[in-house]
């Protein structure tokens, strides 16, 4: 029998980026692509929280949420980009990553925390729609290896020893 930390590794599959979204502005709209360029010091490159804090780099969203949220929204179907999230995942219970690293394509992520609806989530979503959020929320993540994220990629959750950029043999010197 295992033990409960030992659970706490273990996910049935991998995941898969299923939508990316920038926002170029801040209380701007919300730019739907289908790659983007991420990096350690900036994030996500074109996002207005580019080169802001560390630990809030990129924003992820849980696809398996959005039907719920758009039932406690009264609608039928729920536009990713209201949200104002970066990732949307499919496949994995994102919740269950708090403190795990990721990978997507060459990209590294450290996940660093939950997402919490804002205020704006009511004029997003219309009465309510900050409630309807809570616990739908996503998670928040710092870039630990660059590259390009796009639609279609796997996410893989991998140990904290295997997300460390590899290092020419100068810089580890000293």
Known sequence: MQNIKDLFEVFPRPGRIEWI????ERRGPVEV???????????????HYSG??????????????????????????????????????SGLNLLALKDHHV???EVVLQITGQCHPCSKMETALGPGG????????????????????????SVTVISAASAVPDRPKADLAG
């Not at 990096?39 to 996500?44: A, Y």
């Not at 900050?130 to 990629?153: C, E, F, I, P, S």
């Open 21 to 24: 979204g920038i926002r170029p």
């Open 103 to 105: 990978q997507i394509g």
């Open 52 to 89: 802001q804090s560390g630990n809030r780099h990129v924003t992820l969203m849980q696809a398996e949420h959005l039907p719920v949220v758009a039932a406690l929204t009264n609608r039928d179907t729920l536009d990713p980009a209201l949200l104002r999230r970066n990732l949307v995942i």
């Open 130 to 153: 900050y409630n309807a959020m809570r616990g739908h929320g996503g998670l928040t993540a710092k870039v630990v290896r660059g590259g390009t994220v796009r639609v279609g990629d």
């Open 33 to 47: 692509v289908q790659s983007v360029e991420v990096s350690e010091k900036k994030g996500l490159l074109g996002d």
